[in-house]
Structure formats: C-alpha cells, structure tokens
C-alpha cells in the first residue's frame, strides 16, 4: 500500500469511528502524545492527549451527535508526517477539515484535527476579493 | 536561537507581513511548494502556490480588510515541521488559528494555514457535552 493509500486509509478509519461510535477505536488512531491538538468547529484548540481525547469521548456520549460523511479526501505527504485535506458533511452542511498524521512505528496516527465551517453564499464564487467573502 | 523561538519568529512575522499589508514578505514566508495550502475563514480548502499566494494578494488588495492580532502561539515541533496555534484577533473577536511550517533550506516555512471562528456562548464553559458547543 503506498503512504498515499495508507493515509487516506487512516482517515477513512477516523470517520468510520465516529460513525459508528466506536471510542476505543477512534482513540486508538490518535498518537499517544501529550502534544496531539484539535479544533472542533466553534471551539478554541485544545491540546494534550488527555484533553483531546477526552473531547472526543464526550462527544460520542451524545446520542444526537450528527452523522459525518467525509468527502473528497486529498493527502499530502512529507516525509513522516502528512495532511489530509477533505470536505465533512454534516448532515448535508460541508466544513473544510485538515487531519494531521504522523507515521508512528509505522503506522499513521492523528496529531492534529482542524474542522471549520464554509460560509454558505448565495451566488457562489471563486473570486478572494468577492466581499461575500470573509476578508481573512 | 531554538527551533520554538525561530517558529514563533516566522509565524510572528506571517502577521507582521499582513498588518502591513507587505505582499512579497507573506508571499515569501510561503515555501515555494505546490502542495501548499490554505482555508480562510468559511471557505473551502485552496491547493498550490499559485491560488494560496494569489488569495493572500487579493486580501491584502482591501484596504478594508480588518487588522488582525496574533495572541497566545503555541509551536509545537516535530523534526523538520512544526504547527503553531494561536489566537487571531480580528478586530477583538477571536479565531482559532493553526499554521503548519515546514524546515526548508534552514528556514521555517509555511505550508498550511487554517483560521476557524471560535462561537461565542453566553455562558462559557469547558465542558465538550455542553449542548452550545457544536456536537462535533
């Protein structure tokens, strides 16, 4: 399997975890480091295993939680470590995530998960200096 | 100087180069790479060079565009990359920031920027399950 596969792999292992609320799993992809970090929309960074993971305990604790479908994954590798880029659907509304890896005894773990929202526009553009869009 | 102090001095001068809106300084904090990427508040992921930098010349075109201040970096390193999570205050409302820099010829690089507003709750909490907290 290439780094690109395995990646991508790992990534589809995350989502599959939260789909089916499966903690033990989805701490599992998570680097046993102290220095792992991640931003869930609206929320500020937390950082640390025991905070992180723990966010996603509670998380998964709530019956209500949304279903995710992960979509149009993109990896980019250096060396040891890797982003994939990819769209999250929640129920139906997209968030632009970066999932952080880094190869671990050979395996690709999470160190880092950032997931924001898309502003939605009415008339959709690609222009940066459009003012519907965020100036930062 | 230690890589922490070098990596908070790049993503230091990453906020200097906006705040005056020097173009070719930000260009060049960029690693001329093109898998480089960004995601502006509310937009989707942007790949390459060529569209990561020209968003960058288009923000900076506004001479409308908000003042920005970098608070509370944290880098965390990992051989020849490193992240930085920070606060970005715009305008005194606060995002959550994540720069990702890569080692290049000796120098701290950027390779990856995401800005995520941070929701403001009437009553602040820490607790994850708070049902104002996004469930993911």
Redesign the interface.
Known sequence: MSDVDAIIAANAAFYAA?ASGDFAALAGLWADED?I?C???????I?GRAAVV??WR??L??P???Q?VCAEP?A?V????A?V?C??L?EGT?L?A?N?F?RIDGAWRL??H??????QFLGETD???DPG????
């Not at 250096?78 to 470590?81: F, G, T």
């Not at 950032?114 to 502003?119: G, L, T, V």
């Open positions: 939260f220095t970090s931003i869930h929309p609206g929320w500020p960074a950082v723990g966010s509670e998380i604790k709530n209500a939680r949304p995710i993109q980019i250096a060396a040891d470590q982003r880029l769209l999250e929640v997209p632009a970066t952080y880094k160190v880092h950032q997931s924001s929202p898309i502003a222009d940066p200096a869009r965020s100036v930062h």
